[in-house]
């Protein structure tokens, strides 16, 4: 210290300015006003000048005239000299350099004149003291030293207590109590008192310890006796050594000490009479023994709380029993009082906060404040200082409250007078106080409401938009009081409920405050009070036991039977402890979801708070990290997460509960990319909005979700959710107030691909189709309720337009049409109200022109924002306007559902009759009931009569637009393509609705006769293109799908069911016409038409595309085709299968599947069953397939019937079938014949084109086309082969031998086709120049009506599809099984068939367009195999005997192969077979040239039936069966026993009937049976 105060500068100039300098510091230490530090100050200074001059640095004479003069500055300088001198002393005596001692010896001599001899014989050595000459000898001087210190401290002086009169004390106790009120003043007492003890020779000691005891008896008194012990008394240790002596006295065990003891020991603190730390030592217990009680403590509190958790077992309780008398017999030998508990409750009283929280930071947290007495005296405390604030800002309107009046203390903590002065020993206090404010509920309501106070003017302050420097200062200070107001509500608030004893209206009032935090804020006090509060305190964690235990003694009874009382005693436990009883009622309900209903109804005696609380649990709950959201399969959903789902839907709606940290937690789960708890969501809405979202709707349902809001509400859901006004409310304002509704469509719009994208890889293909099903279905559920809630300036405000929604937030088209598309109809009904208004007219036309006008004006700048969608092309065939109409309407815009109407209006009187009838009802509820029925069939009236107009304004405003919608740039099928990729299959799997409404669309496009519309291509493409469709679905799309498919058919099906209805609807219009080219439409030819009968042809088809669609979904084996293909089929039940082959066909494979999934794949095995059952039980509405189409042979060709010439898909052109009859007898002869031929079919060719000229994508294109054939003739001959095998159980090993040695024996057989075929020459030149001259005629008409011929393009089609099949012809005839038992083969061969179906176009299939396949490919190809497969196709379509012929043939062949015999055999029986078929041809040649000349004399009809009375098929001419039936049979002679015919067995003669008969009967019954199970195959 010495150098900072002296420099080394000042003693080396000490003569120039150091002397100065120096005299000037110590000047300036001596005149400090901090006493105490200014002498050791001086005492460094003076320490370094001597130093220097021990040194020798400054010369003795010079030092000794400043220290001098130093000597004048302080009383007691020559004591502070002394003591430097002492300290020198000891440091010189200690040095070997003699002359550093000299110089101090010196030094000490010079001094002797200022400084007492008597100072120095105190500080000195004896032997400094000798040298100086102060004393004479050291020696002696040490000798009588030990003498004065025996006498002084060793030796007791007897002291006579008898020279102590009695009477001194008695007049001192009567001079202490007497009546103070008067003029006495503690002066005049200890005047007195001075007085007796001089008189009666009183000990001193004796009389203080006198004073202190009347102080205890009159401790009133404060001001009088603590001002007498202050004069009466010097010295503070004496005064504490007599309080330790009394509190010494009151330690012993079963002693207690009083509180007038405390109370003066707390006064004597306060005045500073005496110090806390000399006072603390004499007071029991230790610190060391009260922090292992509270450790005690907390270990016998989690003890107590692990045996409540614990099953104890009896012997273990009778254990316990016995420990805890133990423990009572211990607390029986009262301990001392803890003296130092006692002090400080005293302090406290007195209002000493500085004294008491020193003392309280010597113990444990809150083991001071467990004690209730400190409770409550630290809350007095607390009560004194907040109560001017109290009285200010706390006190609620109309409440007086109880007065509190002030301490007189004045060195008390100052009372707050504004929320500022909180912070100054308020909360602190609190803090100490932490749960214990419990025992003051009434100073627990005071602090909650100033923070009410408080938080209204943060609030307020938080709100002003425009703020100064002050105010800005102002809100930084409220911002760290609300930090202060959430650590008192953490720690002090939230506990100290805990420990309160149910109290509902501390919960109530707490509810007051924390609903003015955000819930965040809320949200972060609960986890803190739930996960740490009851850690703190021994008391705590017995509290927290014993919830749970009375929470398990509840939720064990708790049943639907004794809800109310159940739910009266879970009110009382939540009052208190919250966040453990719902914790742990969670945990149950997550296990067992059965729980849920009971203990939603058992929560109505909750407390706000309380629901609150409940809301953060279950977010909680929800987010738990250690829970899996997926099974342990990773296919489904978790159940514990569905049963927390429901809990929400139902707890959320029935309570009044905030739902903002809900919606938030689910948003932020999605932008986490996460979407399991979108359940919660959907569960939310469905429960609060009355939103189902279901794909599971009846007919009726799906009917009455088309109407109106009223309407929906009423008849579109399962369960008739009433009441949802308030609760829907409260969900909006949420949504709206968070700014959380647009968020959370766009993160649910985003998320559909996020899942399969993003989550898909990692997740089961089951579980991602159920998460994209679940997002799709909430974002749809999410959006209705929007819709419908929202007013139209806040969804207009929060919806951006399309552009910006699928541009800038990439939100799916589809997804931001669903969004818009309630915007658009609230400002076009915005828009058309405005125009009524400034123009007032009644009439109807006039307002159709306005809602006109309306739409346009809201329109147009959506068709400008469509375009930037897609890419330019694409606009080319659709209109904007047209694209923007489709996605812009809804099934409300298009159809009235009266008949949903009045079947609710029913039901309304039907129930109004049966109140009227109940006699139980009393009247006053009869009369509210019927009221509430009545008005509600009137609001169904009235929205049904509005729905009318508005659905009357739409068609008259698309009757005005249909004009412009599609473009003539290119062909039909494109425009129809883009229609399909754009419009009509992304929407049609959006919802039940959408599926309805594209049906819906397309059905009123063709009604509206829109120009350029081909209503044939688009059904078409949607039955023609169902497996790509189906396969890439998921569940719920499939079952949207399917409603979608099956709305379609209703109308296929209605047209096809009455010529009458169908010339009515579609006769005429420009979509039945048969020109694919985008052309106008003029309505006038009827050649450019599709009639009945062709159209029922056209249905056929479709109904076989299904079937080969479904089929071959169910034969991959691939869970996802089977489900979605099962689904689908289901859904459309109601309109298919018509046709009895196709049902029997779906049935087979459908029974495959059951036994196949039974046990593998349990949810398979159950659709497949489902569907089964009601596929028989709508077997009774099938119908043959010549009933449901006319399959007769269209041979006898008219010129009525060529106008129906050009050919749509599945037509059958009747001019066609004769050209083949003569064309097909040409291609056996060559080259050269075939080539003669091609005009006539160029001709049929180009009508034909009229369906495939497109370019090259779409369904019925010329390429595809030839594919369609190539599949179809291959088809059929495997189809041929299948049926003449025998049912076995041969292996497929053995199946390919066969099929390997029949394409050796073909060989043979193919160099003998060219001779047959000139046998037939002579009548097929006949033919030739006959259909030549048809062909002529036809080409002359059709150039008439103007229609293009395109021999060309149909040339190249034909080229093409003679490339391809060339290359299929190689592997059909290997299809045919080489000889073998038939026991062996039955079970292969039909799995075999199964599997072989998908791929085969059908056997019934009679349509032109197959015909004119194998047309092209027989011209094109100069081989036997296109009429094989003709022939095949004919023998397909002969009776069941012509079918046994054949398999009879095939076992025939079979048993020779086994018996091995020779060849030579075999030879002989092939020539007699040839002769035997030449035979029978010639004959049947003859009949049929006889035929064709009556048929050409009298004009038949096309649709004249065949004569033959063993077949029903009429798709081909006889001429034509008897030579595709030779060629079959020649085929065959190599591997098929000769005495049969494969001709269809029309000519087969009844010999050989007999023998085939005969062998039929040596058969097993297995081929019989597998015959039935497979008719067609």
């Known amino acids: 210290m010495a150098t900072l105060i002296l420099p080394a500068e000042c003693f080396k100039n000490w003569e120039k300015s150091g002397k100065q300098e120096f005299v000037q510091l110590c000047k300036d230490l001596t005149e400090k006003t901090d006493h105490g530090s200014e002498v050791g100050d001086i005492q460094a200074a003076l320490y370094e000048l001597c130093y220097q001059v ?54 000490v001599g010079a001094c002797l ?18 040298s100086l000459g102060l004393i004479k000898q050291a020696h002696q001087f040490n000798q009588k030293i030990v003498k004065i ?17 009695n009477e001194g004390y008695a007049k001192l106790i009567t001079e202490l109590g007497q009546d103070l009120s008067g003029n006495i003043t503690s002066h005049i007492v200890l005047e007195s008192i001075k007085s007796l003890i001089g008189c009666f020779n009183l000990d001193p000691n004796r009389v203080l310890d006198i004073i202190l005891e009347v102080y205890e008896s009159r401790s009133d008194q404060d001001d009088f006796f603590l001002s007498l012990i202050k004069s009466y008394m010097c010295e503070p240790l004496t005064l504490c050594h007599i309080l330790g002596f009394k509190f010494k006295f009151y330690q012993e065990p079963n002693e207690e000490t009083p509180k007038s003891l405390y109370h003066i020991a707390a006064a004597l603190l306060h005045h500073n009479l005496i110090e806390l730390e000399d006072l603390y030592i004499h007071l029991m217990p230790l610190d060391a023994a009260i922090l292992e009680e509270h450790k005690t403590e907390i270990s016998e509190a989690k003890q107590i709380a692990r045996k409540l958790v614990m099953v104890v077992l009896p012997s273990d309780k009778n254990e316990d029993k016995e420990k805890e008398k133990d423990k009572e017999e211990e607390k029986n030998d009262k301990p001392p009082d803890n003296q130092k508990l006692g002090l400080l409750e005293a302090l406290l009283r007195i209002g000493d906060w500085h004294h008491a929280q020193s003392i309280m930071d010597q113990m444990p947290s809150f083991y001071a404040t467990s004690h209730k007495a400190i409770a409550l005296a630290l809350c007095q405390l607390v009560h004194l200082t907040v109560e001017p604030l109290y009285r200010r800002a706390g006190v609620p309107k109309g409440a007086r409250g109880c007065v509190m009046h002030p301490l007189r203390n004045k060195r008390a903590p100052q009372p707050a007078e504004n929320f500022e002065d909180l912070r100054r020993d308020t909360f602190s206090m609190l803090g100490y106080l932490g749960p214990h404010l419990s025992h003051d509920p009434i100073l627990f309501a005071k602090i909650i409401r100033l923070g009410k106070a408080f938080m209204k003017e943060y609030q307020s302050d938080g709100k002003s938009e425009v703020r100064d420097k002050m105010v800005s200062k102002r809100f930084g200070q409220q911002e760290i009081l609300l930090s202060c107001f959430l650590s008192i509500a953490d720690q002090v608030l939230l506990p100290s409920l805990t420990l309160m004893e149910c109290n509902a209206c501390m919960s109530e009032e707490l509810w007051g405050l924390f609903k003015l935090f955000p819930y965040y804020h809320r949200y972060r006090l609960y986890g803190q009070w739930k996960n740490e509060t009851y850690s703190s305190h021994p008391l705590l964690v017995k509290v927290k036991a014993q919830t749970v235990e009375r929470a398990k003694y509840i939720m064990k009874r708790l049943t639907k039977e004794n ?406 740039k290119s062909t039909k099928n494109e425009t129809i393509t883009k229609f399909l990729q754009l419009c009509l299959f992304p929407r049609c799997i959006f919802s039940s609705i959408d599926a309805v409404y594209c049906a819906r669309f397309v059905e009123l496009v063709h009604q509206q006769k829109t120009p350029n519309f081909c209503t044939l291509l688009c059904y078409d493409r949607v039955f023609s293109a169902t497996i ?169 060709t008219t010129p009525a019937s060529q106008q129906n010439g050009p050919g749509s898909t599945g037509k059958p052109a009747t001019s066609m079938s004769k050209m083949e009859e003569g064309t097909s007898e040409d291609g056996e002869r060559g080259k050269d014949k075939s080539q003669g031929t091609t005009k006539p079919v160029s001709k049929a060719n180009s009508a034909a084109a009229k369906v495939t000229t497109s370019n090259g994508n779409g369904a019925l294109n010329s390429t595809k086309t030839v594919k369609d054939r190539d599949d179809k003739e291959k088809s059929g001959k495997e189809k041929k082969e299948k049926k003449e095998k025998t049912p076995g159980s041969i292996s497929d090993a053995k199946a390919e031998n066969r099929r390997e040695k029949q394409r050796d024996e073909r060989a043979g057989k193919e160099e003998r086709v060219p001779r047959e075929g000139k046998e037939k020459t002579p009548k097929a030149d006949r033919e030739k120049a006959k259909t030549e001259e048809k062909s002529i005629k036809d080409d002359k008409s059709k150039a008439g009506n103007g229609e293009p011929m395109e021999p060309s393009r149909e040339r190249d089609a034909i080229k093409e599809s003679k490339i391809k099949e060339k290359g299929d012809r190689n592997a059909v005839p290997g299809s045919l099984k080489s000889p073998g038992s038939r026991s062996e083969s039955a079970e292969s061969e039909r799995d075999h068939k199964r599997r072989k179906l998908d791929s085969h176009s059908s056997p019934s299939h009679s349509s032109s367009v197959k015909l004119i396949c194998h047309l092209h490919s027989s011209l094109q190809d100069n081989s036997i195999e296109p009429k094989e497969s003709t022939s095949k196709h004919h023998i397909i379509y002969n009776s069941v005997s012509r079918s046994k012929s054949r398999e009879r043939e095939l076992e025939k062949k079979d048993s020779e192969n086994t018996q091995g015999r020779s060849k030579e055999k075999k030879e002989e029986k092939d020539r007699k077979d040839r002769k035997r078929e030449q035979m029978l041809n010639d004959r049947e040649a003859s009949q049929e040239s006889k035929r064709r000349k009556d048929e050409n004399g009298t004009n038949s009809s096309k649709n004249s039936k065949s004569t033959s009375p063993s077949s029903d098929s009429p798709l081909s001419g006889e001429k034509e069966k008897s030579k595709r039936s030779k060629s079959s049979s020649k085929e065959k002679a190599e591997s098929v026993k000769p005495e049969r015919t494969s001709s269809g067995g029309k000519k087969e003669s009844r010999h050989d009937k007999e023998k085939s008969e005969k062998k039929e009967k040596r058969d097993s019954s297995g081929a019989k049976e597998e015959k039935k199970q497979y008719p067609y195959m």
């Open 1028 to 1196: 790509y469709t189906v396969a890439s679905c998921t569940e719920n799309e499939s079952h949207r799908y399917g409603r979608f498919l099956c709305c379609m058919l209703e109308t296929v099906t209605r047209w096809h069911s009455d010529r009458a209805v169908y010339e009515k609807e579609c006769v005429n219009y420009p979509g039945f016409l048969t020109i694919f080219r985008a052309t106008g439409f003029d309505g006038g030819n009827k050649a450019d038409q599709l009639d009945y009968e062709n159209f029922r042809h056209v249905v056929h088809k479709w109904h076989y595309m299904l079937t080969k669609a479904s089929v071959h979904c169910l034969e991959t084996g691939d869970y996802t085709h089977i489900r979605n293909i099962l689904i689908v089929l289901t859904k459309i039940l109601p309109c298919y299968p018509k046709v009895l082959n196709l049902g029997q066909a779906l049935e087979c494979r459908v029974n495959k599947i059951c036994l196949e999934e039974k046990d593998k794949r349990p949810d398979l095995y159950a659709l497949a069953m489902g569907y089964s059952g009601r596929l028989k039980s709508q077997k009774v509405h099938m119908v043959p397939e010549n009933e449901f189409h006319h399959k007769e042979q269209p041979a006898r």
């Open 113 to 130: 004149f200022f400084v007492p001899e008597a100072i120095l014989k105190e500080r000195l050595d004896p032997e400094t003291l000798e």
């Open 149 to 165: 210190k025996t006498k002084l401290f060793y030796k007791q002086q007897k002291f006579n207590l008898l020279r102590e009169e």
């Open 54 to 107: 021990v040194q020798g640095n400054i010369k003795l004479d010079l030092v000794v005239s400043v220290l001098g003069d130093m000597m004048e500055l302080r009383d007691n300088m020559p004591s502070v000299l002394a003591d430097v001198f002492s300290i020198l002393d000891l440091e010189t005596g200690a040095l070997e350099e003699k002359n550093k001692r000299d110089h101090y010896t010196q030094l």
């Open 563 to 968: 809800v109310k009382q159940s739910g009266r005693q879970i009110g009382k436990l939540s009052h208190s402890n919250p966040t453990i009883l719902f914790d742990y009622m969670l945990s149950q309900i997550q296990w067992y979801d059965n729980l849920i209903v009971p203990v939603v109804d058992s929560l109505k005696y909750l407390t706000s708070l309380n629901y609150d609380v409940l809301a953060y649990c279950i977010i909680e709950a929800l987010a738990n990290p250690e829970k899996e959201k997926m099974k342990h399969d990773d296919t489904t959903i978790s159940s514990w997460l569905q049963s927390l789902a429901s809990l929400c839907g139902a707890v959320f709606r029935k309570y009044p509960i905030e739902l903002a940290g809900l919606l938030q937690y689910v948003t932020n789960q999605l932008k986490a990319g996460k979407s399991f708890d979108l359940l919660i969501l959907k569960e939310v809405v469905q429960k609060m909005a009355g939103i189902e979202i279901t794909d599971e709707m009846t007919s009726e349902q799906l009917e009455a979700m088309t109407g109106g809001e009223q309407l929906k509400a009423e008849g579109g859901y399962f369960g008739q959710i009433r009441n949802t006004k308030k609760s829907s409310q409260r969900l909006k304002d949420a949504l709206l107030d968070h700014e959380l509704a647009l968020p959370l469509c766009l993160l649910m719009a985003q998320q559909r691909n996020g899942v399969v994208f993003l989550e898909g890889g990692e997740k089961h293909l089951k579980l991602v189709g159920h998460l994209y099903d679940q997002c799709h279905d909430t974002l749809v559920q999410f959006g209705g309720f929007l819709a419908s809630n929202l007013s139209t300036e806040d969804y207009i405000k929060r919806v951006p337009s399309i552009d910006i929604l699928c541009n800038q937030f990439h939100t799916p088209h589809d997804a931001a049409f669903f969004l818009s598309r309630p915007m658009y109809a609230h400002q076009i009904l915005s828009k058309y109200d405005e125009l009524k208004k400034a123009e007032k007219g009644n009439r109807q036309q006039q307002k159709v022109h306005k809602y006109v006008a309306a739409c346009e004006q809201v329109m147009t700048p959506v068709h400008e924002a469509v375009i930037s969608l897609h890419p330019a092309r694409v606009w080319d065939d659709l209109r904007p306007q047209f694209y923007a109409t489709f996605w812009s309407l809804t099934m409300y815009d298009l159809a009235v559902p009266h008949s949903a109407y009045d079947r609710e209006v029913n039901k309304l009187k039907v129930q109004i009759k049966a109140i009227e009838e109940n006699p139980e009802i009393p009247l006053n509820k009869k009369k509210k009931e019927k009221e509430r029925c009545t008005a509600l069939q009137e609001k169904l009236q009235e929205e049904e009569k509005k729905q009318l107009e508005h659905v009357q304004r739409v068609l008259h405003r698309l009757k005005l637009e249909k004009d412009n919608w599609l473009l003539a």
